[in-house]
């Protein structure tokens, strides 16, 4: 993807100048989701870090189903990622039936923590995902991930506290979507 395409897409993309923001495009067969940071310059290196710690994460978890697979970066301020289509999983509360949602969350959960890392953000409503063609859930914004390598004193001591955040997140869900299994 030419540079100065995905300058282009980013600066069309709708939304609040101070945010990461993200657009679907259609290129030949395939479509492609375009995150871009449109940071102010001011706070611009921000965005940049936010874009990076994002790409390390997919780079380390590709090949986990549920994962959204990195295509590559754009520059500083941007990558792709293969489109999902689908919607929020809150938006999904009403469909029959929902436990399913919930085992793939933990599954994909299960993975991403054998790896030594906390999504650190699901209780967001758009950062769990729901395919349309598949009902496969997937996980997105991996920017406020953190990571703990395995076997590290910091994994050690701080691993199961890290944790317990995703895992509160995988209740409220529950709540949300099966609140009669509580």
């Known amino acids: 993807i030419a540079p100065q395409m995905s300058r282009a897409i980013c600066r069309s993309t709708p939304g609040s100048e101070n945010r990461i923001s993200s657009s679907t495009v259609r290129l030949g067969t395939r479509w ?8 102010p310059f001011w706070i611009r290196p921000w965005g940049r870090l936010q874009i990076a710690r994002e790409i390390a994460f997919l780079r380390r978890l590709a090949g986990i189903e549920g994962i959204p ?52 953000d699901l209780r967001g409503r758009e950062n769990v995902h729901v395919a349309d063609l598949s009902d496969r859930v997937y996980l997105l914004d991996w ?38 299994g509580l």
């Open 32 to 39: 492609l989701t375009f995150v871009c940071s449109k940071k």
């Open 69 to 120: 697979r990195l295509l590559g970066r754009l520059d500083a301020d941007g990558l792709v990622t293969e489109f999902i289509p689908g919607k929020a999983l809150f938006l999904c509360r009403k469909r029959v039936p929902r436990e399913h949602y919930v085992l793939q969350l933990r599954e994909i959960l299960a993975a991403v923590h054998a790896h030594g890392i906390v999504h650190n």
């Open 143 to 180: 920017a406020g991930a953190v990571r703990l390598p395995p076997g590290s004193i910091r994994h050690r001591l701080l691993f199961d506290r890290w944790k317990s955040v995703d895992e509160a997140a995988v209740l409220k869900w529950k709540m949300i979507l099966i609140p009669e």
